[in-house]
């Protein structure tokens, strides 16, 4: 295996076993590991990657480190970097599943997880955080997300439902000002 691969591997198990809560958790974890320390995709590849992986079937960070597993190294990158992520959780959860049964009861492991779940709710805001510093924002913008989110909370749209059309108006409205400003221009 080449040190490439090797690399996308085991960075991607350390982001899989160091980081709890999920694919949304995980972002500022794998923002810091590929931009800031392996320098393998940009801040703006960040924000791709997020969307992409929040469009596509599947878990987002399992989907997040195969489409930078891919851009780093090609298919053999993204199998090395999604098994890479995807292992270290396989493990915990069959170890977890034999032991939780028997220790579940206890205070102690319930005090534990209520303050697993406060910290991973800190890891989800500050990925919402760097999100949001980094998107454009135009009316357009901040229009559609809040548009998009009193869908979500109070009306209880399907997800899936809700990117398809905020990717639709995304190119309705691109489309628009690229035609006004080429009508413009002329």
């Given amino acids: 295996m080449d040190s490439k691969k090797k690399d996308l591997f085991i960075t991607f198990a350390k982001i899989g076993l160091f980081t709890f809560g999920g694919g949304y958790a995980m972002i500022p974890l794998i923002q810091k590991e590929v931009v800031d320390n392996k320098k393998w995709v940009s801040d703006k590849d960040i924000l791709d990657v997020v969307a992409i992986a929040e469009s596509t079937p599947g878990p987002i960070a399992v989907n997040a480190a195969t489409f930078i597993g891919k851009k780093v190294a090609g298919p053999a990158g993204a199998l090395m970097a999604t098994i890479g992520v995807v292992l270290p959780s396989f493990v915990i959860i069959v170890a977890i599943s034999f032991v939780l049964e028997t220790f579940q009861h206890l205070r102690i492991v319930q005090y534990a997880f209520r303050g697993i779940r406060a910290g991973v709710l800190a890891l989800i805001l500050k990925a919402l ?18 548009l998009t989110f009193a ?18 108006m995304g190119i309705i409205v691109t489309s628009y000002r690229r035609g006004r400003e080429k009508n413009d221009i002329s």
């Fill in 151 to 168: 869908a979500s909370v109070f009306l209880d749209i399907n997800a899936i439902i809700l990117i398809i059309c905020c990717g639709v």
């Fill in 129 to 146: 955080f760097t999100l949001l510093k980094q998107c454009k924002k135009d009316v357009f913008s901040i229009a559609l997300m809040s």
